[in-house]
């Protein structure tokens, strides 16, 4: 007899009336989910071909709550604990602590806030504060989140040649707000697919397959990667005498093709064409190689001036998005022969 969560049992398909097969279900999973006769169970017939059973009567989004008290925490680290518990997909998160405490924990707890999406101060007093999610994880599709860390990266390198170029380094101010933009984006990819794993009414209001959230957190991770590496060379470029240095120009080639080729994989997240995303792959590696093969040719000159020192950190900065964006690739492949695939038996 099926008892409980994580137990199995068989039970044999029954005949009725001669054209109806039926199952019966546990009494006890009956009773948990508080269900009465003639009530509607929703079948999902799942891909694998396992059917999935839901009961209607339950709501498609349950709040989870985390108790934390701070008096028992390492000191300083109720920020990783907040963001532990945002990335793990909780709702809710009731904080209590000391009152002498209050001061020194809400700055923590306002970085928090500053670097999540959708938390915001329900209930506060002097020895406790509960923060509750507004936005809820199937309300944004992960592809929104992944394009606009998209276009955030993309806005900053774009910035980044014109001021190689010749154009102020004024337009790289706010470097920093936009990577900090990126990272938030990042633990909310993360934290949807925390929660899609654990609700599948999640996942079907996103339309993701289990695997695809795993390689869709996976592209959003090369995405922040490669931003590290664009804030470096940001302020590399923002430097007031870049535009003087010997050979600067020699970075302009790779920064061209890594715009090309991430554009085109960006594109192959719907459209998953195998040709074009090696084809985009290739084009960085042509230029990985080549920022080697400049790399090696300023490690060959023993008396280094600070330009080529400069020069050679942005060398390797390149060539770190160039190998962000590659790995970007072989994840669509991954999620393309994913999408191929079909079950048989065997």
């Known amino acids: 007899m099926n008892s409980g969560p994580g137990s199995v ?12 097969y039926t199952l019966s279900l546990p009494k006890p999973w009956i009773e948990q989910m508080e269900l009465n006769p003639r009530d509607g169970v929703r079948v999902d017939w799942r891909p694998s071909g396992a ?9 498609n989004f349950q709040t989870r709550t985390v108790a934390i008290n701070a008096a028992n925490l390492p000191k300083d680290s109720l920020h990783d604990h907040l963001m532990g518990a945002y990335i ?12 002498q405490q209050k001061r020194t924990l809400n700055k923590q707890i306002r970085r928090f806030l500053r670097n999540t999406r959708g938390f915001e101060t329900m209930n506060e007093s ?44 004024e337009i790289l101010n706010d470097a920093n707000d936009r990577e900090a933009e990126v990272d938030a984006l990042l633990y909310l990819v993360q934290r949807q697919v925390a929660i899609s794993l654990d609700s599948h009414f999640v996942a079907s209001s996103l339309k993701l397959s289990r695997n695809q959230a795993v390689e869709y957190s996976n592209l959003a991770r090369s995405l922040e990667r490669m931003m590290d590496h664009a804030l470096i060379m ?18 302009l080639p790779q920064i061209e093709n890594w715009q090309k ?19 985009a792959r290739h084009q960085l590696k042509d230029s990985q190689n080549e ?56």
């Open 234 to 251: 940001a302020e590399l470029t923002s430097n007031s005498t870049i535009q003087s240095m010997a050979n600067i120009e020699l970075v």
């Open 291 to 346: 920022i080697t093969s400049l790399e090696e040719q300023l490690m060959t000159n023993r008396n280094k001036a600070n330009s080529e020192l400069y020069l050679f950190r942005l060398l390797e900065s390149i060539r770190r998005i160039c190998a962000y964006a590659r790995d970007f690739g072989e994840v669509l492949l991954n999620i393309k022969l994913h999408d191929e695939s079909y079950t048989s038996t065997q």
């Open 51 to 59: 059917l999935r059973l839901s009961p209607l009567n339950r709501a």
């Open 126 to 169: 002097e020895t406790k504060v509960e923060l509750l999610c507004l936005l809820r994880a199937s309300e944004m599709p992960l592809t929104a989140s992944i394009n606009r860390m998209y276009s955030q990266l993309s806005s900053i390198i774009r910035d980044i040649v014109s001021v190689i170029k010749g154009d102020s380094n």
């Open 9 to 20: 049992d068989v039970r044999k398909i029954q005949l009725t009336g001669g054209s109806t």
């Open 261 to 279: 080729a991430i554009k085109q994989l960006m594109i192959n997240i719907r459209t998953k064409d195998s040709h074009e995303i090696e084809a």
């Open 88 to 99: 793990s997909g909780v709702d809710k998160i009731i904080i209590s602590f000391e009152s």
